[in-house]
């Protein structure tokens, strides 16, 4: 079993910054695909970014040159930068890990179907204009 704690979350204004963390435990594999996912009030989940074993990175539209994935594998750690913070990014932010290599097209129908094997139990981030 994996255990995804998430923190970091919280209000701030827009254009403001956010650092997310996930901290993994149990039989977390540092070789599996981790990422990041957000549900918004009212609607779907969506992919937000992954990072594969190798450190390679995938970002949804929506944060690239925003958000920036990142993990530390000695702390088992998962971290979201979040920079130039708009109000459509208000969601509950999840960390999921995937088992082997990242597929993000994968990953965002798993999102989908809530069939992720991993997911931790969500982060807040309220963002105000």
């Known amino acids: 079993q994996v255990h995804l704690m998430e923190s970091g979350g919280g209000s701030v204004q827009a254009g403001g910054s956010l650092r997310l963390s996930c901290v993994a435990s149990?039989?977390?594999?540092?070789?599996?695909?981790m990422g990041w996912f957000r549900q918004a009030p009212g609607k779907e989940r969506e992919g937000v970014a992954t990072?594969?074993?190798?450190?390679?990175?995938t970002y949804a539209d929506s944060g690239q040159g925003r958000f920036t994935i990142s993990k530390d594998n000695a702390k088992n750690t998962l971290y979201l930068q979040k920079n130039n913070l708009k109000p459509e990014d208000t969601a509950v932010y999840y960390c999921?890990?995937?088992?082997?290599?990242?597929?993000?097209?994968?990953?965002?129908?798993?999102?989908?179907?809530?069939?992720?094997?991993?997911w931790g139990q969500g982060t807040k981030v309220t963002v105000s204009s």
């Open positions: 999921a890990e995937d088992t082997g290599l990242c597929d993000y097209n994968e990953y965002v129908k798993k999102i989908g179907e809530a069939d992720l094997p991993y």
């Open positions: 149990g039989d977390s594999y540092n070789t599996d695909c």
């Open positions: 990072i594969d074993s190798d450190g390679s990175t």
